[in-house]
């Protein structure tokens, strides 16, 4: 009898575990199949993207999300440094950043996929950043650069964005010094104010603080395009199936908020760039002047292409191996955002 109760319990056991292997399994997406549409009861998605976050208590969007039964955990992060920390520390699925953090990640062991990309529709005539010009520094134009010490950052888009205008101005990393430095918060601005160093990419919502702050600063343009916006996840994220699921409703909702803001200046205004960024009214209403609207792309191969040109440049200015960006982009959510834009899409992508 012992021996028939033992048996039984070993198997019971056996069923358990067979029972949560196949569970296991279930809930496991692969990369190429079909986004799930029905998003499991209980799933929740851990984001760090603040603007939109402000967007969507403010639009009334945030409430599409619930009725799809999506629940995001919102996380104060932004920024390729801090997103891969917590993505290595699983405390995010998914950030709002630059191109550049997918490549870091990539190149330093942590599987990532990017699931949105957007752009602005005019580029050049809207830049992302400015170069910052030290009170008193004798640059006026990008052929001035040689000689000089700038800010850079390896692992952040202003590090990319550093090493492409070396290239346009025909110089190399050897005819500056560049001065490693972390863009966070002001750091860039106080160096150069300080004068630390003579040049540091900033980005247009900080210039006219910059200017008013520092007599004599000044700013020149890059002349590049620099408008690279994107969320990436874990790729465990993606791989499983209820957060996928999660994820397509996130994505489709998020082209929706990027609409809205550029319809809705004033209220996108108050809602982040004055209530979360800290923005002056009037500060605030001058970097959306300056800043364009933002559309959806109907394709991402430019985007794409831009990426592995940038992924090309850093490996062998920083020494990396090479990458085929195309592991990085999880093309199945391309069609869900061009979806929800519907005839709002950018079909030239504004090259």
């Given at each position: 009898?012992k021996?028939?109760?033992a048996?039984l319990?070993?198997?019971?056991?056996?069923?358990?575990?067979?029972?949560c292997?196949?569970?296991?399994?279930?809930?496991t997406?692969?990369?190429?199949a079909?986004?799930?549409?029905?998003?499991?009861s209980?799933?929740?998605?851990?984001?760090?993207d603040?603007?939109?976050?402000?967007v969507?208590?403010v639009?009334?969007?945030?409430?599409?999300?619930a009725?799809a039964?999506?629940?995001?955990e919102?996380a104060?992060?932004s920024?390729?440094?801090?997103?891969?920390?917590?993505?290595?520390?699983?405390?995010?699925?998914?950030?709002?950043?630059?191109?550049?953090?997918?490549l870091?990640?990539?190149w330093?062991?942590?599987?990532?996929k990017?699931?949105?990309?957007s752009?602005?529709?005019?580029?050049?005539?809207?830049?992302?950043?400015?170069l910052?010009?030290?009170?008193?520094?004798p640059?006026?134009?990008?052929?001035?650069?040689?000689?000089?010490?700038?800010?850079?950052?390896?692992g952040?888009?202003q590090?990319?964005?550093?090493?492409?205008?070396?290239?346009?101005?025909g110089?190399?990393?050897?005819?500056?010094?560049?001065?490693?430095?972390?863009?966070?918060?002001?750091?860039?601005?106080?160096?150069?104010?300080?004068k630390?160093?003579?040049v540091?990419?900033?980005?247009?919502?900080t210039?006219?603080?910059?200017?008013?702050?520092?007599?004599?600063?000044?700013?020149?343009?890059?002349?590049?395009?620099?408008?690279?916006?994107?969320?990436?996840c874990?790729?465990?994220?993606?791989?499983?199936?209820?957060?996928?699921?999660?994820l397509?409703?996130?994505?489709?909702?998020?082209?929706?908020?990027?609409?809205?803001?550029?319809?809705?200046?004033?209220?996108?205004?108050?809602?982040?760039?004055q209530?979360?960024?800290?923005?002056?009214?009037?500060?605030?209403k001058a970097?959306?002047?300056d800043s364009?609207?933002?559309?959806?792309?109907?394709?991402?191969?430019?985007?794409?292409?831009r990426?592995?040109?940038?992924?090309?440049?850093?490996?062998?200015?920083?020494?990396?191996?090479?990458?085929?960006?195309?592991?990085?982009?999880?093309r199945?959510?391309e069609?869900?955002?061009?979806?929800?834009?519907?005839?709002?899409?950018?079909?030239?992508?504004?090259?």
């Amino acid at each position: 009898m012992k021996k028939a109760l033992a048996s039984l319990s070993v198997l019971s056991a056996l069923l358990v575990l067979s029972a949560c292997g196949s569970k296991d399994a279930a809930a496991t997406l692969e990369l190429g199949a079909a986004l799930p549409e029905k998003v499991p009861s209980g799933t929740e998605i851990r984001i760090g993207d603040p603007s939109i976050q402000a967007v969507l208590g403010v639009s009334g969007l945030g409430k599409e999300l619930a009725d799809a039964g999506v629940t995001v955990e919102w996380a104060n992060i932004s920024g390729g440094p801090q997103s891969i920390q917590a993505f290595r520390g699983d405390k995010l699925d998914c950030s709002a950043v630059a191109d550049i953090p997918s490549l870091f990640a990539a190149w330093t062991g942590t599987p990532t996929k990017i699931v949105f990309q957007s752009v602005t529709i005019d580029p050049l005539q809207h830049p992302t950043y400015e170069l910052g010009v030290a009170p008193g520094s004798p640059v006026a134009s990008l052929a001035d650069l040689r000689g000089k010490k700038i800010a850079y950052s390896a692992g952040q888009a202003q590090g990319a964005l550093v090493l492409r205008v070396l290239q346009k101005a025909g110089l190399t990393q050897q005819d500056v010094t560049l001065v490693d430095l972390t863009s966070t918060g002001d750091s860039y601005r106080t160096a150069l104010g300080s004068k630390a160093v003579d040049v540091a990419p900033l980005g247009t919502s900080t210039v006219r603080t910059y200017k008013s702050k520092y007599p004599g600063a000044t700013t020149i343009p890059t002349g590049i395009r620099d408008d690279a916006s994107t969320l990436y996840c874990l790729t465990k994220a993606v791989q499983d199936s209820g957060k996928a699921a999660a994820l397509k409703a996130y994505v489709a909702v998020r082209a929706k908020a990027l609409l809205w803001s550029n319809d809705h200046p004033d209220e996108y205004s108050k809602a982040y760039l004055q209530d979360v960024q800290g923005l002056s009214e009037a500060d605030a209403k001058a970097y959306l002047a300056d800043s364009g609207d933002k559309g959806i792309p109907a394709t991402w191969d430019n985007a794409q292409d831009r990426l592995q040109a940038t992924a090309d440049l850093l490996a062998t200015e920083q020494k990396h191996d090479k990458l085929d960006v195309s592991t990085l982009v999880d093309r199945r959510f391309e069609k869900v955002e061009a979806d929800a834009a519907g005839g709002k899409v950018v079909t030239g992508d504004a090259s």
